[in-house]
Nanobody, 126 residues
């Protein structure tokens, strides 16, 4: 079983940046992904990346602002978030799968991921 731990959340102002990290307790062979749940809303896909990082998938609302990356040697994944907006306020979750997805539809489904972290809270407010 893989345990995931997110870090890097916090309270920032609109336009600021944050870098989220996710560390896995063991080797993660498939895709890793970020999801988020805003207050009063369903959990939604943010970004996904396979183990070798040769392709990335993003939700439309974060393209150009967020960058997902991975250091597979360290079982780590990151989410660089720039130009943050109040609507980015959410708990951000790290997830991992044993499968590599080269299909955006599959990579963006939360059912595709087996292990989840407890989440890190991001609040964007003036």
């Amino acid at each position: 079983q893989v345990q995931l731990a997110e870090s890097g959340g916090g309270l920032v102002h609109p336009g600021d940046s944050l870098r989220l990290s996710c560390i896995a307790s063991g080797r993660t062979n498939g895709n890793m992904a970020w999801f988020r749940r805003a207050p009063g809303k369903e959990r939604e896909f943010v970004a996904s990346i396979p183990r070798n990082g040769d392709i990335t998938y993003y939700a439309d609302f974060v393209k150009g602002r967020f960058t997902i990356s991975r250091d597979s040697a360290k079982n780590a994944m990151f989410l660089q978030m720039n130009s943050l907006k109040p609507e980015d306020t959410a708990v951000y979750y790290c997830a991992t799968s044993g499968t590599i997805y080269y299909n955006r539809d599959l990579a963006s489904r939360d059912q595709s991921y087996f292990y989840w972290g407890p989440g890190t809270r991001v609040t964007v407010s003036s």
